[in-house]
């Protein structure tokens, strides 16, 4: 095995051997890092060999050459120089290993409860926070200059303007938390049990576009079936029935496919009902939990939109981010529980 440390975040990475001198992206920061060559690192054990031989003759050189010898004094100093030195990169591993420590890997309440408190940490709180304010504000914006507007008419031309980057802001905060969603799917499934820090290695928009637009396509895909035959049909029957339940227990499993692989391999349908067949009964409570999940955020929304209040639907906003969180880390914690039996290559 090749151990060394990724230069983006210090992460420690184990690879097998076949992987030297190739580039493998770290699991943490996701920056390419390129593995050690075996073939260099022996080299330049050799070389360091030919050194210390070389230094048993180095009296001899220095006298052949009239160099004055090195006195005690200055012997002493550079002791301590190469002594401070290699206590300074001694340091290097420890300070790694306390970087990897500061994720959570060990549950301190009994799991059906601390599955729940998954978003509650800094990083996962900050996220919510960051996404609940920017949304608010522009929302708050726009009522206020929408009443301006309605006394003092030139305001129209301002309220339209803001108003426009108030729909492209949403859009964009869509896009972000569904990254953010996916990426503590990703967490969780390494074996954390706390939100992850992504505030440092944030994307860019058109990798967040690109991942929810997938997610979306995946989404018309596995829809299109249940659609098309009651566009046929014109009626809800058995079929329909049979081809919704179909379509509703697949979807998990294949939109972990699709942020596992970052492929579409999710739509394939035979790599997706062999995932099914080897892990069936966990497969299969966790797609009741999710549909449960699903079900109680959709109602939640529907309690904001009968009520039509401010403050319900801050709240209502606020627990439907959180929930979503929660449906995350479930995800993540199957893949990581079962991921030697479904043979994924994460």
Same mark, same amino acid.
């Given at each position: 095995?090749?151990?060394?440390?990724?230069?983006?975040?210090?992460?420690?990475?184990?690879?097998?051997?076949?992987?030297?001198?190739?580039?493998?992206?770290?699991?943490?920061?996701?920056?390419?890092?390129?593995?050690?060559?075996?073939?260099?690192?022996?080299?330049?054990?050799?070389?360091?060999?030919?050194?210390?031989?070389?230094?048993?003759?180095?009296?001899?050189?220095?006298?052949?050459?009239?160099?004055?010898?090195?006195?005690?004094?200055?012997?002493?100093?550079?002791?301590?120089?190469?002594?401070?030195?290699?206590?300074?990169?001694?340091?290097?591993?420890?300070?790694?290993?306390?970087?990897?420590?500061?994720?959570?890997?060990?549950?301190?309440?009994?799991?059906?409860?601390?599955?729940?408190?998954?978003?509650?940490?800094?990083?996962?709180?900050?996220?919510?926070?960051?996404?609940?304010?920017?949304?608010?504000?522009?929302?708050?914006?726009?009522?206020?200059?929408?009443?301006?507007?309605? /006394? @003092?008419?030139?305001?129209? $031309? %301002?309220?339209? +303007?803001?108003?426009?980057?108030?729909?492209? *802001?949403?859009?964009? =905060?869509?896009?972000?938390?569904?990254?953010?969603?996916?990426?503590?799917?990703?967490?969780?499934?390494?074996?954390?049990?706390?939100?992850?820090?992504?505030?440092?290695?944030?994307?860019?928009?058109?990798?967040?576009?690109?991942?929810?637009?997938?997610?979306?396509?995946?989404?018309?895909?596995?829809?299109?079936?249940?659609?098309?035959?009651?566009?046929?049909?014109?009626?809800?029957?058995?079929?329909?029935?049979?081809?919704?339940?179909?379509?509703?227990?697949?979807?998990?499993?294949?939109?972990?496919?699709?942020?596992?692989?970052?492929?579409?391999?999710?739509?394939?349908? /035979? @790599?997706?009902?062999?995932? $099914? %067949?080897?892990? +069936?009964?966990?497969?299969?409570?966790?797609? *009741?939990?999710?549909? =449960?999940?699903?079900?109680?955020?959709?109602?939640?929304?529907?309690?904001?939109?009968?009520?039509?209040?401010?403050?319900?639907?801050?709240?209502?906003?606020?627990?439907?981010?959180?929930?979503?969180?929660?449906?995350?880390?479930?995800?993540?914690?199957?893949?990581?529980?079962?991921?030697?039996?479904?043979?994924?290559?994460?």
């Amino acid at each position: 095995m090749i151990e060394f440390y990724c230069k983006n975040c210090g992460w420690k990475i184990s690879l097998p051997e076949i992987h030297s001198g190739k580039k493998y992206k770290c699991p943490k920061c996701k920056n390419e890092v390129i593995v050690p060559d075996l073939k260099e690192t022996d080299s330049k054990q050799n070389v360091s060999r030919d050194i210390e031989v070389d230094a048993r003759y180095s009296s001899y050189d220095l006298t052949l050459l009239d160099v004055p010898g090195i006195n005690e004094a200055q012997s002493k100093e550079l002791d301590e120089i190469s002594e401070s030195f290699i206590e300074s990169t001694s340091r290097i591993p420890e300070a790694s290993k306390e970087y990897e420590d500061t994720s959570v890997t060990e549950r301190k309440c009994p799991w059906p409860v601390d599955i729940f408190l998954y978003p509650v940490c800094k990083p996962g709180l900050t996220i919510i926070g960051i996404v609940i304010s920017i949304r608010w504000s522009f929302k708050l914006l726009v009522l206020l200059l929408g009443a301006v507007a309605m /006394v @003092f008419s030139p305001m129209i $031309v %301002f309220f339209g +303007f803001v108003f426009g980057i108030n729909i492209i *802001v949403r859009i964009i =905060l869509v896009f972000y938390y569904f990254w953010y969603f996916c990426e503590c799917i990703r967490d969780s499934a390494e074996g954390r049990v706390r939100a992850p820090e992504t505030l440092s290695r944030t994307p860019g928009l058109g990798e967040m576009c690109w991942l929810f637009i997938r997610t979306l396509i995946t989404l018309v895909i596995f829809s299109a079936p249940v659609f098309a035959y009651y566009q046929y049909i014109d009626q809800v029957d058995t079929t329909f029935w049979v081809l919704l339940a179909i379509a509703v227990f697949l979807l998990p499993m294949s939109f972990l496919a699709s942020v596992t692989f970052d492929s579409f391999i999710c739509i394939n349908p /035979v @790599f997706l009902m062999a995932s $099914v %067949f080897k892990t +069936f009964f966990i497969y299969c409570l966790v797609a *009741v939990l999710f549909s =449960l999940l699903i079900f109680l955020i959709a109602l939640i929304w529907l309690c904001n939109l009968k009520l039509d209040s401010l403050a319900i639907e801050f709240i209502c906003y606020c627990v439907v981010l959180y929930l979503l969180l929660i449906i995350a880390h479930l995800f993540g914690r199957f893949l990581y529980r079962y991921k030697e039996r479904l043979g994924w290559d994460f």
